[in-house]
């Protein structure tokens, strides 16, 4: 399965940006479909999760300010991004967790970049 990201740009602070992750094929819909982000010198964290049910989770920094979504027959995930911040700014990766095995899939990131 490959992942295409995109929806990445520049913006000014308060401003949003919508991303998508389309899988290059099908997907389980048990599977976990999620939104990473990396700047330089640092790890790769977590953003947001969504499952097959549409529970979500999010890092405490995004609560409110962003959406993640899915569309199972799409085979794609959003993140709505609202109100973004100068801190906001990284490399954003869409991640996929099929069930009951050891690998995940990652697409090849967009960059986000939000100006104060």
């Known amino acids: 399965v490959q992942l295409q990201a995109s929806g990445g740009g520049l913006v000014q602070a308060g401003g949003s940006l919508r991303l998508s992750c389309a899988a290059s094929?099908?997907?389980?819909?048990?599977?976990?479909m999620g939104w990473y982000r990396q700047v330089p010198g640092k790890q790769r964290e977590l953003v947001a999760t969504v499952t097959s049910g549409g529970r979500t989770n999010y890092d405490d920094s995004v609560k409110g300010r962003f959406t993640i979504s899915r569309d199972n027959a799409k085979n794609t995930s959003y993140l709505q991004m609202n109100t973004l911040q100068p801190d906001d700014t990284a490399v954003y990766y869409c991640?996929?967790?099929?069930?009951?095995?050891?690998?995940?899939?990652w697409g090849q990131g967009t960059q986000v970049t939000v100006s104060s």
């Open positions: 991640n996929v967790k099929p069930p009951g095995v050891r690998y995940e899939y």
């Open positions: 094929r099908t997907i389980s819909v048990s599977a976990v």
